[in-house]
C-alpha cells in the first residue's frame, strides 16, 4: 500500500459484487477522478505482487480481480493501513505519529518532533497546525512553555480518549499495537491473561471486541496512573457504575499489584464508567431482572410486534434472537452511556448483503429512540441486521422445502440431480436419494415431495415426473411444484402498476423524491404524508445498495394499497455516495404482509448488473417485470 486511501478503495471494491464507477469513489475518498485515475494506477502497481488486478471497463468502472485467496491476502494488508498497523507516508499517518508523540512526552519541542519523525522544522511546524484541527474534536489544544516545548491541554478524561484512539490499535485479529512508551508487552500479555482469568472465575463472556476495549481502558488507566494523573479523572454519576464496579475492581488490584503501582479509587471508577462492558454471567442461574432490563425487554416486545405487522415473522418466538437481541441492547446502552462508539468493520457488506435485515433493525432503532432517548448510528443498526439475519436463517432451515429422489438410473446419477437441485434452490433439503425398489422407505420420509424419474401412481407423497435430469427446466419445474413461480408473479402484479413507471430529470437525491412522490400522488397512488414520511427515512441511513440501484421505502397507513413507483433517470446522480440511476420507491401497507416477499425478488433482480443496465437503456416496464418475474 501506499496511503489510507488506497488500502480504503482495496477494501470498496472487495466490498462491491459487480464495476464501481471512478465518480463512486471519488465521492467516498473526496477526491477528483483524476486522482482516482492516478490511485488507480499506483495500486495495479502494487497488487500485482498478489497475482491480482483492478480491472476496467470503459464506462463501466473498476472491479477487483484475482482469485479468493491471493484477494483475501491483499485486503487483509489493506485493513492493517487502516487500522494504523502499518505507517504509509500520507498526512493522516504523520498526523498520527505526532499525536503519539505528545502523548509520550511531557513536553517536546518542534526540534524534537522533526528528528524523530524526521521531517523539517517547516514541515513540522505544517503538521502542528493539523494536529491542533484534529484534537478540536477531543475538546483539546496545544500549548506552549518557554525553554519546554509544547503539550497537550485539556480535561484528563478527554486525553484519555486520545490516546485510547491513536495510540492503541488493533489489527482485526486480535493481536493489539500500543504506542506508549511505559507500556511493554509483559504488561499488555499480564492485562490480557489476568482479564482473561477473572472473566473465566466469575463465568463471564464478553466479545472479542469487549474484551480488547477493556485492554485498551486498562492501558490508558495503568499509563495515567505512572504518570500521576488518577486524580485528574471527572467520572459519571456512581450508580452506573454498580452492573461492573466489583468485577472491575478485583480485575484492576491484581493488575496494579502485579505492575507495582499504587491503585487509586479513581482508576477503578475510570474502568467501570468508560469501557462500556457489561459483565454478564453465563451460568445457568438467572438473576434478578431489574427495572433497565425490563424496560429493555417491553421494548423489544413492542417493536417487534410492529415487525410482524409488515414481514409477517414473528421474531419472538425464536428464542436464540430474543436472547441475542436484548444482549446486545443491554450492552449498546452502557456503551452509550460510557459515550463509546463501536465501529462495524463489515458495515458496508452488511447493508449490501441483508437490506431487509437492515429496515427491520431501523424500526428497532426507532422504538429504542422514542423509548430511552437513545440514537442508534449506522454501525450498531448493522450489528442489530446481523441478528436479524441469523434468526432468518435459523427460519431457514426450519421452513426449506425437503424432497427426496427416487431414480431408477442408478444412485449416482440421483446424488447428481440431489446437487443440481440443491446449489440452485438454497432453502431446498434434500433428505435421501433412492432407488425404485426403496420407494417404500422415500413415502415413509418426512417430505414435501418426491422428485422422481418414474411415473409413480398411488404415492402418499406428492410427486414430480422429471424425464431428462440433465436439463435446466428441472430447478424450474421444482420451483413450481412449491408455487414458488406463481406466488412470485403474484406478488409483483399487486405490487407494480405501469402508471406508477417514469422517466424523469433531476440532479438531487430530495429533488428527485419529491417529483416522484408528487406523480404517484397525482395518479391516486399515495397520499401527501407519505412524502414526508419517505424523506424521513432516507436521512435515517441512505437506500443506495450498488448497481445503480436505490429503494427508498416507508409504511403508509390506511386503504391505499403497496405500491413500488419505478423512476429511470435520465443520468446517474450520486445518491449518497454510489451512483443512481433506477429506483424502485416502495409504499408498503402492512395491511397486505402477504405481499413482503416483494423485496426478496428485487433483491435478487438488482443483484444482476446486466439486466439493471439494460432495463435503463430500453426503459421499458413489461420488460422490467419480466425480468423481475424471471
Do not use: W
Given at each position: 500500500m501506499i496511503t489510507k486511501k488506497h488500502a480504503t478503495?482495496?477494501?470498496?471494491?472487495?466490498?462491491?459484487?459487480?464495476?464501481?464507477t471512478s465518480n463512486e469513489l471519488a465521492r467516498l475518498l473526496d477526491v477528483s477522478t483524476k486522482t482516482i485515475k492516478r490511485y488507480?494506477?499506483?495500486?495495479?502497481?502494487?497488487?500485482k505482487e498478489y497475482d491480482v488486478e483492478i480491472?476496467?471497463?470503459?464506462?463501466?468502472?473498476?472491479?477487483?480481480s484475482g482469485s479468493k485467496a491471493n484477494t483475501l491476502r491483499l485486503v487483509k494488508e489493506a485493513e492493517n493501513y487502516i487500522n494504523g498497523f502499518l505507517d504509509d507516508d500520507s498526512d493522516e499517518s504523520r498526523i498520527g505519529n505526532a499525536i503519539c508523540r505528545f502523548i509520550n512526552k511531557t513536553y517536546i519541542s518542534v526540534e524534537e518532533m522533526s528528528e524523530e519523525l524526521n521531517l523539517s522544522v517547516g514541515a513540522t511546524n505544517k503538521l502542528v497546525t493539523k494536529i491542533k484541527e484534529q484534537i478540536k474534536k477531543y475538546d483539546l489544544i496545544i500549548k506552549s512553555k518557554p525553554y519546554y516545548g509544547s503539550y497537550i491541554y485539556g480535561e484528563e478524561?478527554?486525553?484519555?480518549?486520545?490516546?485510547?484512539?491513536?495510540?492503541?490499535?488493533?489489527?482485526?485479529?486480535?493481536?493489539?499495537?500500543?504506542?506508549?512508551?511505559?507500556?511493554?508487552?509483559?504488561?499488555?500479555?499480564?492485562?490480557?491473561?489476568?482479564?482473561?482469568?477473572?472473566?473465566?472465575?466469575?463465568?463471564?463472556?464478553?466479545?472479542?471486541?469487549?474484551?480488547?476495549?477493556?485492554?485498551?481502558?486498562i492501558i490508558v488507566s495503568i499509563f495515567r496512573s505512572k504518570s500521576g494523573n488518577s486524580e485528574k479523572v471527572n467520572y459519571l454519576d456512581t450508580e452506573y457504575r454498580l452492573h461492573n464496579y466489583l468485577f472491575i475492581k478485583d480485575l484492576m488490584e491484581e493488575l496494579y499489584e502485579l505492575i507495582d503501582c499504587e491503585l487509586l479509587e479513581e482508576e477503578v471508577l475510570y474502568i467501570?464508567?468508560?469501557?462500556?462492558?457489561?459483565?454478564?454471567s453465563y451460568s445457568k442461574n438467572i438473576s434478578k431482572i431489574n427495572e433497565d432490563q425490563e424496560k429493555i425487554n417491553k421494548l423489544i416486545d413492542k417493536a417487534l410486534k410492529d415487525i410482524l405487522l409488515i414481514s409477517a415473522r414473528d421474531y419472538s418466538q425464536d428464542e436464540e434472537f430474543m436472547d441475542a437481541i436484548f444482549d446486545h441492547i443491554k450492552r449498546f446502552i452502557n456503551r452509550s452511556k460510557a459515550n463509546v462508539e463501536s465501529k462495524n468493520p463489515l458495515l458496508s457488506q452488511?447493508?449490501?448483503?441483508?437490506?431487509?435485515?437492515?429496515?427491520?433493525?431501523?424500526?428497532?432503532?426507532?422504538?429504542?429512540?422514542?423509548?430511552?432517548?437513545?440514537?442508534?448510528?449506522?454501525?450498531?443498526?448493522?450489528?442489530?441486521?446481523?441478528?436479524?439475519?441469523?434468526?432468518?436463517?435459523?427460519?431457514?432451515?426450519?421452513?426449506?422445502?425437503?424432497i427426496c429422489i427416487v431414480c431408477h438410473y442408478g444412485i449416482g446419477t440421483g446424488q447428481l440431480l440431489s446437487e443440481k437441485l440443491k446449489q440452485s434452490i438454497s432453502d431446498l433439503n434434500v433428505i435421501g436419494v433412492y432407488p425404485v425398489r426403496y420407494l417404500d422407505i422415500a413415502n415413509s420420509q418426512d417430505v414435501d415431495l418426491i422428485v422422481s424419474t418414474i411415473e409413480i401412481k398411488d404415492s402418499e407423497k406428492p410427486v414430480l415426473y422429471i424425464e431428462n435430469i440433465f436439463d435446466d427446466?428441472?430447478?424450474?419445474?421444482?420451483?413450481?411444484?412449491?408455487?414458488?413461480?406463481?406466488?412470485?408473479?403474484?406478488?409483483?402484479?399487486n405490487m407494480f402498476e405501469e402508471e406508477a413507471f417514469f422517466t424523469i430529470k433531476g440532479k438531487e437525491k430530495e429533488e428527485i423524491i419529491n417529483n416522484v412522490c408528487n406523480q404517484l400522488m397525482q395518479r391516486g397512488f399515495i397520499e401527501e404524508n407519505a412524502i414526508q414520511s419517505i424523506l424521513d427515512r432516507e436521512k435515517i441511513s441512505s437506500t443506495e445498495i450498488g448497481n445503480l440501484v436505490a429503494i427508498p421505502h416507508t409504511i403508509v397507513e390506511g386503504d391505499k394499497k403497496s405500491i413500488i413507483g419505478v423512476a429511470i433517470l435520465e443520468n446517474p446522480i450520486i445518491w449518497d455516495k454510489?451512483?443512481?440511476?433506477?429506483?424502485?420507491?416502495?409504499?408498503?401497507?402492512?395491511?397486505?404482509?402477504?405481499?413482503?416477499?416483494?423485496?426478496?425478488?428485487?433483491?435478487?433482480?438488482?443483484?444482476?448488473?446486466?439486466?439493471?443496465?439494460?432495463?435503463?437503456?430500453?426503459?421499458?416496464?413489461?420488460?422490467?417485470?419480466?425480468?423481475?418475474?424471471?
Open positions: 478503495i482495496v477494501i470498496y471494491l472487495n466490498d462491491k459484487d459487480g464495476y464501481v488507480i494506477s499506483d495500486l495495479n502497481n502494487i497488487v480491472s476496467s471497463s470503459r464506462g463501466i468502472g473498476y472491479k477487483l478524561i478527554n486525553f484519555r480518549q486520545l490516546i485510547t484512539d491513536y495510540a492503541i490499535k488493533n489489527d482485526g485479529k486480535n493481536k493489539i499495537k500500543v504506542d506508549i512508551e511505559n507500556i511493554s508487552e509483559v504488561d499488555i500479555n499480564n492485562i490480557e491473561n489476568v482479564l482473561a482469568k477473572h472473566l473465566r472465575k466469575q463465568e463471564i463472556i464478553i466479545s472479542d471486541k469487549d474484551f480488547n476495549l477493556l485492554v485498551s481502558k467501570s464508567n468508560y469501557s462500556g462492558v457489561v459483565a454478564n452488511i447493508k449490501s448483503k441483508f437490506p431487509i435485515e437492515f429496515n427491520l433493525a431501523i424500526f428497532l432503532a426507532n422504538k429504542i429512540e422514542s423509548e430511552l432517548s437513545i440514537k442508534l448510528n449506522e454501525d450498531e443498526l448493522g450489528y442489530i441486521a446481523i441478528h436479524f439475519a441469523a434468526a432468518n436463517e435459523r427460519n431457514k432451515k426450519n421452513t426449506s422445502k425437503k427446466s428441472v430447478v424450474a419445474n421444482v420451483n413450481k411444484a412449491f408455487y414458488e413461480k406463481e406466488e412470485r408473479r403474484k406478488i409483483i402484479n454510489q451512483e443512481v440511476q433506477l429506483i424502485f420507491m416502495v409504499f408498503f401497507n402492512p395491511k397486505e404482509k402477504h405481499n413482503f416477499s416483494i423485496f426478496k425478488y428485487l433483491y435478487t433482480f438488482i443483484k444482476d448488473e446486466g439486466g439493471v443496465r439494460g432495463i435503463i437503456k430500453i426503459c421499458d416496464f413489461n420488460k422490467l417485470i419480466k425480468l423481475i418475474e424471471d
